[in-house]
């Protein structure tokens, strides 16, 4: 079955704007997606890393990318397709409390 990664982006203020039954469904939804194999986790505080041309180790601390909201966490979906994994995160957290969800195929090396 195809993989998936899904990442949440959302912050605290469009969180609480949400209301608490809308908000309490999304973490049900969650639940459910957890009991059905998802995995899915919260982010900390990434570090990047770099070795151009193996002249040596570069880490930084932070993120590389930039967004309107800050990465909120993450999930790796077995899914049918690229639409179906969409289907499965539009009752999430991120998607319904004024965040969003974006939805990354895996293409395993050698396919």
């Not at 900390?44 to 930084?60: A, K, L």
Request: aromatic share 6%.
């Amino acid at each position: 079955m195809p993989l998936f990664i899904a990442i949440g982006y959302g912050d605290e203020a469009g969180y609480n704007r949400t209301p608490p039954e809308v908000r309490g469904r999304a973490h049900d939804h969650d639940e459910w997606l957890r009991r059905g194999g998802v995995r899915m986790g919260h982010t900390g505080e990434p570090v990047r890393v770099s070795n151009t041309e193996e002249r040596g180790v570069r880490r930084t601390q932070g993120a590389f990318m930039r967004s309107e909201l800050p990465v909120a966490g993450f999930g790796i979906i077995e899914a049918d397709d690229l639409e179906h994994a969409a289907d499965l995160v539009t009752g999430t957290p991120c998607a319904v409390a004024h965040g969003v969800v974006e939805v990354w195929p895996v293409i395993e090396q050698g396919e």
